[in-house]
């Protein structure tokens, strides 16, 4: 089992561009988190996601961010528009059910 | 709110000593406890839970419900042992996990 994977795992955006970042969760996980870690703070809970259903956005922003986790393929979470505050390290974790969750390595997003 | 609060940003010790990571929540419902742990360069793995009770790596927690503490212990710190820790807490019937801002632990030789 490849554990759960990430990607890219750096990219680097101007202000204005969109940012796609991936997550393939480990085999036999439905469940997909998304977190955000912006320097020197904890993880922020973004969003939760079953297959083709968003179960929680509480902790996206209004605005630019979306999720999705089709039927076939990884999770995305794209940001439109970035800004430079939207520069951190993106984490995403899958879990059967709601059990222990499994992270990926992380997505460092930075904007220039 | 809930939160949980890591209040050394740092901790460093030597090799042989003991290691106390301290963490502490706020919740007045059931919670659950975890300590997660990021080596140089790898992902955050799950190190334990409180309703194991199990010791890895030599690291033991007690979730203490009267201090609303999970602090983190090591009888004898290991060089291995550097690395970020990050506390989080589970709300009963709930699937977000609440972290702590993270402790560095450097073991020095």
């Known amino acids: 089992n490849a554990g759960v994977m990430q990607n890219p795992r750096h990219l680097v955006r101007r202000r204005g561009q969109e940012a796609r970042l991936r997550c393939s969760p480990m085999?036999?996980?439905?469940?997909v988190y998304w977190y955000r870690q912006l320097p020197e703070e904890g993880l922020k809970f973004m969003v939760y996601?079953?297959?083709?259903?968003?179960?929680?956005e509480s902790g996206m922003p209004k605005e630019r961010f979306s999720a999705e986790f089709p039927k076939e393929g990884p999770s995305i979470l794209r940001i439109q528009q970035v800004v430079r505050g939207d520069s951190a390290a993106y984490f995403c974790?899958?879990?059967?059910?709601?059990?222990?969750?499994?992270f990926g390595p992380g997505t460092r997003l930075l904007v220039l | 709110a809930q939160r949980v609060t890591q209040p050394e940003k740092l901790l460093s010790v030597f090799k042989g000593a003991p290691v106390e990571l301290k963490c502490n929540y706020s919740?007045?419902?059931?919670?659950?406890l975890f300590w997660y742990v990021q080596y140089s360069r790898q992902r955050l793995q799950l190190l334990l839970r409180?309703?194991?009770?199990?010791s890895i790596k030599g690291f033991t927690a007690d979730l203490n419900k009267g201090e609303t503490s999970f602090h983190l212990k090591k009888p004898f710190a290991q060089e291995e042992d550097s690395a970020m820790y990050y506390c989080?807490?589970?709300?009963?019937?709930?699937?977000?996990?609440?972290w702590g801002a993270g402790t560095k632990l450097i073991i020095k030789p």
């Open positions: 085999k036999g996980h439905s469940h």
């Open positions: 989080a807490l589970k709300m009963d019937s709930n699937y977000q996990l609440i």
């Open positions: 996601l079953q297959k083709e259903n968003i179960i929680d």
């Open positions: 919740y007045s419902g059931s919670p659950e």
């Open positions: 974790a899958s879990s059967r059910f709601q059990e222990t969750q499994y």
């Open positions: 409180h309703i194991s009770r199990e």
